[in-house]
């Protein structure tokens, strides 16, 4: 068994997306006026995950027993890096899934399918924005070699957007400035991880107890034996392929892969009270963007974490249900999946669509308009579509639009009336008056 990046899909809605050329739906035609993306990185090794990996690895040695049944490989494995201290929390650069190479060829994916809002030769470069992280910065170099190509420095400039507390909203990583987020113990950031360990227990016991029985003189922790299903999907990352992977069942994966929905969903998702807050920031910036159109630029990027990214999830509202995620037990209706809303290499694009709709012509028009000049279609109109990691995914109350896009005043009236709804960031933060109170960067 290899690692599963997901186990359950999202529902997408399976509408075609743009080539090189226009796309026809419902009888329309649109094309794409301009695009706005965020990238968060999932491509890299994260320190803490690591450390807990690496304790179980010298527990095990320091035992000095040997392993059997499911874990007998153990006894001759090796673990997948040479000097952990200066690998964990960069970029991975081994094995097909390799994060810089994974960056490289979304550049590429995504060039084609957007080549005609590539700038023209002699343009201006186009501005792209990345967190002040060094595995963020590099993939967004990386993402550029594919999708502006070799000589990407010399179409395209690269603003580095510090991760320090003192930015207020004027940030790309809210939840580093978001004061309150980060002391409400209850509440904010521990939230999730809080959450994580109540569910844990639900299966991981019964794990510990049938790798005991074949190992009855060593006694694997809820901790350890999480850190075993994580050592899966991390080796795969830079080997292409684990047999960690193999010492658990199905229903097992499914319990994981629900424990990393609940982290999220209650450290910066639609489970947190901050949550949504924190993600307005970019989706509004993003919105007028939109709003302001092709003139404002074409093309804008944003590198981040993937903690970064859930929050405007949150914001938007996309994802979430009357049902909050239990931790006694594991739902299977839920619409939250960490798996598909930001798996490895995840990203979420707003693409603004600028679409004529076929009039339909009766004989007496044709004869009006004689000679025939064939038919005819109305004045452009604006709409917002989403793609979430090469999914359309449509708003839940804004779906009108071809391909299940919505209208741009819909959509902009959508955002602020979510931004209503959900306060001030500052307010809400714990941040005073003097405080940045948006995002100010985000322009060509």
């Not at 006894?75 to 000097?83: C, I, V």
């Not at 002391?183 to 994580?196: S, T």
């Not at 790798?211 to 075993?228: C, D, H, R, T």
Request: charged share 20%.
């Amino acid at each position: 068994m290899e690692w599963a990046r997901f186990v359950k899909g999202l529902e997408y809605l399976k509408e075609a997306l743009s080539l090189r050329r226009d796309v026809a739906l419902n009888r329309s035609t649109c094309c794409h006026g301009m695009l706005s993306g965020t990238l968060p990185l999932l491509l890299e090794i994260v320190a803490d995950a690591l450390r807990g990996m690496l304790a179980l690895l010298e527990r095990i040695q320091d035992w000095n027993g040997t392993l059997k049944g499911d874990l007998a490989f153990v006894n001759n494995w090796k673990y997948f890096s040479n000097d952990p201290s200066s690998h964990h929390g960069q970029l991975t650069t081994t094995g097909p899934y390799a994060g810089d190479l994974t960056a490289s060829r979304t550049g590429d994916k995504l060039r084609t399918r957007y080549s005609h809002l590539l700038p023209l030769r002699g343009s201006p470069p186009v501005n792209l924005w990345a967190s002040d992280c060094n595995r963020v910065i590099e993939t967004a170099r990386f993402f550029s070699k594919g999708f502006f190509g070799g000589d990407w420095a010399s179409k395209a400039k690269l603003h580095v957007i510090a991760e320090t507390s003192d930015l207020g909203a004027d940030t790309l990583t809210p939840g580093e400035t978001c004061l309150r987020y980060l002391i409400d113990v209850d509440h904010g950031h521990d939230n999730g991880a809080r959450q994580l360990v109540k569910f844990r227990s639900t299966y991981l016991p019964s794990i510990s107890s049938r790798l005991q029985k074949k190992n009855p003189g060593i006694v694997f922790s809820n901790e350890e034996i999480f850190s075993m299903q994580e050592l899966c999907g991390f080796e795969i990352l830079v080997r292409g392929k684990s047999p960690w992977c193999d010492v658990f069942t199905h229903d097992e994966w499914l319990s994981f892969e629900y424990a990393r929905d609940v982290i999220h969903y209650y450290r910066s998702g639609p489970g947190n009270p901050y949550g949504p807050a924190i993600g307005w920031l970019w989706l509004n910036a993003t919105a007028e963007l939109l709003k302001n159109g092709p003139n404002s630029g074409k093309l804008f990027f944003s590198f981040v974490h993937d903690g970064d990214v859930v929050p405007m999830l949150a914001a938007l509202d996309i994802f979430n249900s009357s049902e909050r995620l239990p931790t006694t037990h594991l739902s299977s209706s839920r619409t939250w999946r960490t798996s598909q809303v930001v798996p490895m290499g995840g990203r979420v694009i707003f693409e603004r669509l600028s679409c004529q709709f076929h009039k339909p012509l009766t004989m007496d028009d044709k004869r009006a308009q004689y000679p025939f000049r064939g038919e005819e279609f109305t004045e452009p109109e604006e709409f917002v579509r989403i793609n979430i990691n090469d999914g359309i995914v449509a708003l839940p109350t804004c779906s009108s639009g071809p391909g299940s896009s919505c209208p741009l005043e819909e959509f902009l009236g959508l955002v602020r009336d979510r931004g209503t709804q959900i306060g001030d960031f500052r307010e809400i933060c714990g941040l005073g008056p003097d405080a940045a109170s948006r995002i100010t960067f985000l322009h060509q």
